[in-house]
T-cell receptor, first 111, second 113 residues
Framework: GQQVMQIPQYQHVQEGEDFTTYCNSS?????IQWYKQRPGGHPVFLIQ?????EVKKQKRLTFQFGEAKKNSSLHITATQTTDVGTYFC???????????FGSGTRLLVRP | NAGVTQTPKFRVLKTGQSMTLLCAQD?????MYWYRQDPGMGLRLIHY???????AKGEVPDGYNVSRLKKQNFLLGLESAAPSQTSVYFC????????????FGPGTRLTVL
């Protein structure tokens, strides 16, 4: 079936270091969304990418959508303790309207 | 404006018992979803609804039933709970099926003994 793979599963960084999580889909995506879930909380929408090669920035967060619309990445520059949480990508295949979530990357930040 | 609310927040069931999880949204969204979240597996879609009176199966529908009698409410039922249904359940809603963000409720943590 259609899958969205996300790596790494965990990342433990020192505050101030950068962080990147990657998503790869087995099929072409019409769009991809990113969510953040704080410990004990619920997923909260961060951004959506729709166009091939699209790059969007939100302060220290940079989101990219691959040229082939099958992969995406989230990069955080100079992490802060407030960045702690699990980051999920969620892709919507061209052939479907269902969101398929990656397994998430849990980010831990040492102060 | 409460967004998406879920009741109960926590529940412990014995194998074979039944229960209903309630989701309510006040954003007038057409589309509603039930997900389950298990460690290391992200969110998996159980059932969804594209409008009042309609429901459809998601990725992992077995053992669950749903109903959407009112636009603002989406109910998830477990007729005979099994330990494999121990999970955190999230309800979500959206105004579009294909392009808009999904708004999630706070979740229900269910343990089946």
């Amino acid at each position: 079936g259609q899958q969205v793979m996300q790596i790494p599963q965990y990342q433990h960084v020192q505050e101030g270091e950068d962080f990147t999580t990657y998503c790869n889909s087995s099929t072409t995506l019409s769009n991809i969304q990113w969510y953040k879930q704080r410990p004990g909380g619920h997923p909260v929408f961060l951004i959506q990418l729709v166009k091939s090669g699209e790059v969007k920035k939100q302060k220290r967060l940079t989101f990219q959508f691959g040229e082939a619309k099958k992969n995406s990445s989230l990069h955080i520059t100079a992490t802060q303790t407030t960045d702690v949480g699990t980051y999920f990508c969620a892709g919507r295949p061209d052939s479907s309207y269902k969101l398929i979530f990656g397994s998430g990357t849990r980010l831990l930040v040492r102060p | 404006n409460a967004g998406v609310t879920q009741t109960p927040k926590f529940r412990v069931l014995k194998t074979g018992q039944s229960m209903t999880l309630l989701c309510a949204q006040d954003m007038n969204h057409e589309y509603m979803y039930w997900y389950r979240q298990d460690p290391g597996m992200g969110l998996r879609l159980i059932h969804y609804s594209v409008g009042e009176g309609t429901t459809a199966k998601g990725e992992v529908p077995d053992g669950y039933n749903v109903s959407r009698l009112k636009k603002q409410n989406f109910l998830l039922g477990l007729e005979s709970a099994a330990p494999s249904q121990t999970s955190v359940y999230f309800c979500a809603s959206s105004s579009s099926l294909r392009y808009n963000e999904q708004f999630f409720g706070p979740g229900t943590r269910l343990t089946v003994l």
